[in-house]
């Protein structure tokens, strides 16, 4: 399976509240929290790291889960963060770095 | 509840000012009747100073930050803020007269992933519109602005300030926007000054205006929702907050000045001597405000409209004290239900109630 590399749209807002990243895309308005798990993936996503990187490094050291199961849970926050553009989603790194992660 | 309610309730609870309203000039191209503004420039905050101000606002946790004024675009280093601003990853609405935005202005804000765009409108006819602002031709370039934003699929909203220069034209301004494909948001409230001056509310519409406003189904929608007497109050809303204005919701002005809200200029602390987390935090002022409850009102407590109200505190506090009602937003509970608010009969009781026995000499 090749790799994914994520990295963070300059198209949104976003802000930590309370342990929680709000985020908005300034495209369609959605708003989203994300948990502290989602948090950790969407501040890693510089669009250099593999997303298998990212899983490994920064949910699975972290968090009480699966590894097979953390990376089924990250592709599924991906795929639905990049339908709104949230997050930018490439088979190779990104040239430009990302916005910072608020 | 929906998710945004979630968070703002969330932000209610840890002390955050999710929102803030940051004027960054009061200088203008306009000079609108109703304007509450001093449009001279007392010294305005630099560029570097305002930069400092929005990493600080970011560091406080705020989310959604109005940038206005007086006219965003008479600042030279408007998009050095705008661009600062979206690096710090806020959430930014820009309000504007729009007649400096043209396509390379607009493309600009599209790049630079501003959430709105909103641009006040007075009349759909340029005689009406031109004589509040002042500025021949400021209709026809609003609009234009409008056009350039919608083409680079900005989300546009259009603001109708009803006042008595222009309360037959908010039909056309409706139809304007749907033309335009913008929102449309209509709103009779004229402020006092920020100085106190009371002079432009002369120009707030007529109680008989209101009625027909609150009872127009394009403008309110559901007339008998929104017309409803209101339900009895209960402890809940004895317990609530007056409004968002210094629980999670701040504005600044162009000098630095923090005030719980853009229509509350109560000085709670100035940003060139303090830092802005040290403002929010323990400026007696503002914990002032924090402390106030709806049954801590004197008079609005023992009203029937004290839940269902839009009584500002900041229209109360120009009106003489933040605890007491405010006159504007009586009115429009009585216009919306025709019901007296308690202040209106306290008021009423008080003219009627002379002495029980007058002596006057009889004229020969």
Redesign the interface.
């Known amino acids: 399976m090749s790799e994914k590399y994520i990295a963070r749209s300059t198209a949104i807002a976003a802000r930590m509240l309370g342990g929680e990243m709000m985020v908005m895309s300034a495209v369609d308005s959605t708003f989203f929290t994300l948990n502290e798990v989602a948090t950790a993936i969407w501040q890693a996503a510089d669009g250099r790291t593999p997303l298998s990187e990212i899983v490994a490094r920064y949910v699975c050291e972290n968090f009480d889960v699966e590894p097979e199961i953390a990376r089924c849970d990250a592709e599924q926050f991906v795929d639905e963060l990049s339908q709104h553009r949230i997050l930018l989603v490439s088979d190779h790194p990104f040239e430009n770095p990302p916005v910072e992660a608020a | 509840m929906s998710?945004?309610q979630?968070?703002n309730e969330?932000?209610l609870?840890?002390g955050?000012p999710?929102g803030v309203h940051l004027d960054v000039t009061y200088r203008c191209n306009e000079r609108c009747i109703h304007c509450y503004l001093d449009h001279d420039d007392h010294g305005e905050m630099t560029t570097a100073e305002i930069k400092d101000v929005l990493d600080q606002l970011?560091e406080a946790?705020?989310?959604f930050l109005t940038l206005s004024g007086g006219e965003v675009l008479m600042r030279r280093d408007f998009f050095a803020i705008l661009e600062h601003a979206?690096?710090?990853?806020?959430?930014?609405r820009i309000k504007t007269n729009g007649v400096m935005i043209h396509e390379a202005e607009a493309r600009r804000m599209r790049d630079l992933?501003?959430?709105q765009v909103q641009i006040s409108i007075y009349s759909n006819h340029p005689e009406i519109h031109d004589a509040i602002t002042k500025l021949p031709g400021s209709l026809k370039r609003s609009i234009e602005a409008i056009r350039f934003l919608k083409s680079q699929g900005l989300?546009v909203a259009i603001a109708n300030v009803l006042m008595t220069a222009n309360m037959g034209e908010h039909a056309g301004v409706q139809a304007l926007a749907a033309a335009l494909g913008v929102n449309y948001t209509l709103d009779p409230t004229i402020t006092p000054k920020i100085d106190g001056d009371t002079s432009i509310l002369d120009l707030r519409i007529s109680g008989a205006e209101l009625n027909s406003v609150f009872h127009n189904k394009n403008l309110v929608g559901n007339v008998e929702e929104f017309c409803a007497p209101p339900p009895p109050p209960g402890d809940d809303i004895m317990e609530g907050l007056p409004c968002s204005a210094g629980h999670t919701a701040a504005y600044i002005t162009p000098y630095g000045d923090v005030f719980p809200c853009v229509q509350f200029p109560l000085p709670s602390g100035n940003l060139r001597r303090q830092k802005f987390i040290d403002i929010w935090r323990d400026s007696p002022e503002l914990k002032d405000v924090r402390s106030i409850r709806a049954k801590d009102l004197p008079v609005c407590s023992t009203c029937s409209h004290v839940g269902t109200c839009t009584r500002c505190p900041g229209l109360a506090y120009m009106e003489g004290s933040m605890r007491g009602p405010s006159s504007a937003d009586c009115e429009k509970s009585f216009q919306r239900t025709g019901m007296p608010s308690a202040n209106m009969l306290r008021k009423a009781r008080a003219n009627t109630s002379g002495p029980l026995i007058q002596i006057q000499s009889l004229a020969v």
């Open positions: 998710l945004m979630q968070m969330r932000a609870e840890l955050v999710l970011a946790g705020t989310f979206r690096r710090r990853l806020f959430n930014v992933g501003v959430e989300k």
